[in-house]
Structures are given as structure tokens and as C-alpha cells.
């Protein structure tokens, strides 16, 4: 998240759709809506309503189902109203009530003078929690931006990097034109998520599907190629370095060494690939993408090279070729 801050209000105002929908709304407390998010998690508080309040993780979201709400209408009918002026006195960022159940009016007047926001949502306890730990999960997750280009060919996420002209946008417009699909050109927002995936997507939604091509422009890709053509978000399998052929640099051939890069500590497949006149580099980028799915399925071309290789040289065929082509070579 950086230096900026995640309020209740923000969380309120999330465009989601979908299975992402929080379908939160804000019936009490509304100054508390400033209050600050910081820990991507939940807190069910059955055990503080009944006055235990040892490890109360005060810093998360409290949650109120059916079993909460229950035991505060309970406490109201008890004229028991201690444990829940106590509850609201800690600094808990909001508290949400599931199933569209309805507080007490004790507990939404404490909430309004402990300036505590209590919102509602329709959802049901489980998939309400499971769906805020996803969206919490994706916010609070480690970020940063690159510049590149990040597509989708064949399924696999494949990030495009290197100096500026170096031809990634050109490469990319070409991929898109062979039935591929753009993600983000330019700036590329990376994000981990659940400690071993990197997600990418554009820094700016609004931009992320326009394209720079010298001597052209601005293109849109959506609509010169249809929405089919464009993904908002992708995981990055593998990041592909595009440089300048240098002819004094050895690259590499066979395969057999897989490298890495480290993004936001996960380590990512990463190849160099050299560019010059001549080479045909979106139909280069489908192959490694099609490799790098055989690798995931568990076939390791060069690998599978390399021990055919050694079970040529064992059955005595490479000796009787070398021997053969010495003999020719001596007349």
C-alpha cells in the first residue's frame, strides 16, 4: 500500500462486481469512516460480547452474523449493555453485520458516540469474510511499477522488458494481431498475492489499453481489436528481456540453465532474448510460451535433449560417426 492510507470510506467505495461485491452500505457512526485500515483480516467478537477480552484483535474488521447479533439482542433484552460500550471503546476500525441484520438501538447509539462506523451487507457470514480477505488481500499486497509490456499469449503471462524503442509495443501490437491479448503497455503495476504469485495489470485503467507505436500513435487496442483482445489483469509467468543483438555476447542456446528474477520476492522464469533485423520475435515469444506451459506441465525440452544426447554418446554411436568422419577427412 506505500505511504497511503485504506479508511472504511474506502472500503466503502470499492467499484467491485461480481463475486467481489461487497454490497456494503453505512447505517450508523458515519465519523468513523475515516478510521484507518490496517490489518487485511477479520475478527468474529462473540467471545469480547461475552467479556473475555484476552487477544482481542481489535485492529481487524468485527463481523456480526447470526450467533453475534443473537447474543446483542440477548444482552439488550438482559439490560446488559457493559460489554458492548467496552467492545466499541477500543479502537476497531468498523463493524459490519451480515445477513442484513439489524443491531440494537443501544449498540448503534454507543457506535455513534464512540464514533465507530457500523455498516451492512445482504451477504451471508462465510462468503461475505472469504469475499473482504480476497479484496483486503489484493489491496494490502506488496506493489510496484515496471515499465514494459504485459500480454497474455497462449494463456501465459508474459512480461516485455528492456530500453525504451527497443521494439516491445510493436511486439505486443504484432501478438495482439495473431490472436493474443494486451494487458498493460508501458507501466506495468505488479502485485503479490498470497506470498507466491505476481500479479500484473495498468497503473492507469483508464490508459492501460492504448499502445504508443512510433510513427503511428496512439492506438486503442479495444477498439481497433475488440474487447477479446484485452485482459485487465494477468498472473506474470514468465518476463522476456528484449536487447540489442550484440555480437560479442554469448547467448544462450540449449536451455538447459533456467534463470530467474525476483519480483516482489518470487522468483519468475526469465529469458534474454536479442533482437535484430531478421528475427521474427512474436512467433519466438508463442514458442516460449507454449515451452514454458510444457516446463508447468513437467517436459523440460532441453532437458529432454540433453540426457538424449548422453544416451547416444553411451551406445557407442557417437564413436563410430567421430572415427567414420576422421577416416573421411584423411583423404
Not at 11 to 20: A, F, P, S, V, W
Request: aromatic share 6%; with cysteine.
Amino acid at each position: 500500500m506505500g505511504d497511503k492510507k485504506f479508511t472504511v470510506l474506502d472500503l466503502l467505495e470499492l467499484d467491485l462486481q461480481g463475486h467481489d461485491a461487497l454490497n456494503l452500505r453505512c447505517i450508523a457512526g458515519r465519523r468513523g469512516l475515516t478510521r484507518e485500515l490496517t490489518v487485511p483480516d477479520i475478527n468474529r467478537p462473540g467471545l469480547v460480547l461475552s467479556g473475555f477480552y484476552v487477544s482481542f484483535a481489535y485492529q481487524r474488521v468485527q463481523v456480526f452474523g447470526r450467533g453475534e447479533a443473537a447474543y446483542l439482542h440477548k444482552l439488550h433484552d438482559e439490560g446488559k449493555t457493559e460489554n458492548v460500550s467496552k467492545l466499541l471503546s477500543y479502537n476497531v476500525p468498523c463493524c459490519v453485520f451480515t445477513h442484513n441484520l439489524e443491531p440494537t438501538e443501544e449498540f448503534l447509539e454507543i457506535a455513534e458516540e464512540k464514533h465507530c462506523a457500523v455498516l451492512q451487507t445482504e451477504l451471508e457470514s462465510t462468503e461475505f469474510s472469504s469475499r473482504l480477505l480476497r479484496v483486503m488481500a489484493n489491496i494490502f499486497a506488496p506493489k510496484k511499477t515496471m515499465h514494459g509490456v504485459l500480454v497474455e499469449v497462449y494463456g501465459v503471462g508474459i512480461l516485455l522488458a528492456g530500453h525504451s524503442g527497443v521494439g516491445k509495443s510493436e511486439t505486443a501490437l504484432e501478438l495482439v494481431e495473431r490472436g493474443h491479448r494486451l494487458v498493460a503497455d508501458d507501466i506495468v503495476e505488479i502485485h503479490c498475492v498470497n506470498g507466491n504469485t505476481v500479479l500484473g495489470r495498468g497503473a492507469n485503467t483508464l490508459i492501460s489499453h492504448h499502445m504508443e507505436i512510433r510513427g503511428l500513435g496512439i492506438v486503442n487496442v479495444a477498439q481497433l481489436y475488440g474487447v477479446g483482445a484485452i485482459r485487465h489483469q494477468k498472473e506474470v509467468q514468465l518476463v522476456v528481456y528484449l536487447e540489442e543483438w550484440d555480437a560479442n555476447k554469448v547467448y544462450d542456446r540449449i536451455g538447459t540453465d533456467q534463470k530467474t528474477v525476483d519480483l516482489l520476492g518470487v522468483k519468475v522464469p526469465c529469458l534474454e532474448i536479442p533482437v535484430k533485423p531478421g528475427r521474427n520475435l512474436p512467433i519466438i515469444l508463442e514458442a516460449a510460451a507454449m515451452n514454458e506451459r510444457l516446463k508447468n506441465m513437467g517436459y523440460n525440452s532441453a532437458r529432454d535433449f540433453n540426457q538424449n544426447v548422453l544416451k547416444w554418446i553411451e551406445t557407442g554411436e557417437a564413436q563410430t560417426t567421430y572415427y567414420n568422419a576422421s577416416g573421411d577427412d584423411a583423404y
